[in-house]
Each structure stands twice: as C-alpha cells, then as structure tokens.
C-alpha cells in the first residue's frame, strides 16, 4: 500500500512536444504529491507539487493533473526543450510528510 | 538561494569500516532526512528528524545506521559496519515544515 507506481520507464519526445508521465498510489492517506527532477550526479530537485483538494496545478510548461478518485498524478512538460532531458520521480507523503514514497523513475529524452 | 550541502561527494571505504556522512541544511530548516539511492534505482526514505530525535525511520534504517546533529548546523548520519550493499547515493534533504523537501546533491558511497 505504500508503493507508487510511475510510468513509462523511458520516454524520448521532439523538441516542442508534450511529455507526459503518469503516477498511481493505494494509500488514501497520502495527501501531497511532489514531483522532482534529477539530473545525472544530482540530487533530486522539487519541481512542483500539488495536493488533492485541486485537480490541476500549473506552473510555467509544468503540469500537474490529478484524479482523486483514481489515485493518479501526472506531470505534463508542455514545449519540452532538450535541457528538460533528466530521470522525474514522483512522489507522495501524508500530511506530516515525514516518508516520502518515490516512484521508480522515468528517463526523458528529448531530442533537438 | 539557500541549499542543502553534503560532504564529502564521494566515499570509498572498506567493508566492515565506520562512515560519517555529513549534511548541513538550509539554516531555518527544522526538519531533517536521509534518503539512499541504490545506482538506476529510485529515490528510498531511511530516517527523518526533528526537535533533536528519530521522528520516523524505514526498515533500512536498522541498527547500523545513526544519525545526529552535532551543533545547530551539521546533520550527520553514521553506518557503523558498512557492507558491500550499502553502496549507494546518500541524499540530505530538509524543510521549514513538512512537507515540502529540499534536497542536497548527495554522497556517493562505494564500499568495496
């Protein structure tokens, strides 16, 4: 129950298109869903996080949507640039977010 | 823009020998974690702090591991008896208030 499940592994998408990730979880008590950007021999770097009173979260190319019902999360990189190119984890954490439970991790490339 | 720092990047040790991996938070920070980050794989929690004690832990965090806070900068964590498994990517991370993580470039730890 305290997995996160995160799809796909791998994405590769053209400069200018629309990536998109997708997370689920099982645990309703989890109510705060970062999402992180890692670049190689980095650390992980919050991106944007949402919490399940809202349905959609947008910053700058950067999307949130979420369904509560569903229990799923997805990030969605509008424009994708070839700098955008790192491993995105999601995440999720009760309300104390004492225990972040990652995702297993999805590489994107994008390509010039 | 404040950040989370850790020393050293890089740590080679023997099996069986004593490791200090050293963080020091963002200065208002109040509460502090650990995460390991076996090569290719996701991000795993082991400990969080706050008000100077263990606030949760995960099952990696056995009896082999310790952390501290030895003055009210450096937050460290302690393997005592490291094993060839133990090699793995040590992240830092901490918040003003949960649950929004900030995390630092991590600790590469090779036990050989």
């Known amino acids: 129950q305290q997995q996160v499940k995160q799809s796909p592994q791998s994405l590769i998408v053209q400069k200018g298109g629309i990536s998109i990730i997708n997370c689920a979880y099982e645990n309703t008590a989890f109510d705060y869903f970062p999402w992180y950007q890692q670049f190689p021999g980095k650390g992980p770097a919050l991106l944007i996080a949402i919490r399940p009173d809202v349905s959609e979260k947008k910053e700058g190319r950067f999307t949130i949507s979420f369904n509560k019902s569903a229990k799923q999360f997805s990030l969605h990189i509008m424009d994708s640039q070839p700098g955008d190119s790192a491993t995105y984890f999601c995440a999720a954490a009760d309300n104390y977010g004492q225990n972040f439970v990652f995702g297993p991790g999805t590489r994107l490339s994008v390509l010039p | 823009e404040p950040e989370v720092t850790q020393t050293p990047s890089h740590q080679v040790t023997q099996m069986g020998q004593e490791v200090i991996l050293r963080c020091v938070p963002i200065s208002n920070h109040l509460y502090f974690y650990w995460y390991r980050q076996i090569l290719g794989q996701k991000v795993e929690f082991l400990v969080s702090f706050y008000n100077n004690e263990i606030s949760e832990k995960s099952e990696i965090f056995d009896d082999q591991f310790s952390v501290e806070r030895p003055d009210g900068s450096n937050f460290t964590l302690k393997i005592r008896s490291t094993k060839l498994e133990d090699s793995a990517m040590y992240f830092c991370?901490?918040?003003?208030?949960?649950?929004?993580?900030?995390f630092g470039p991590g600790t590469r730890l090779t036990v050989l």
């Open positions: 991370a901490s918040s003003e208030s949960s649950p929004e993580q900030f």
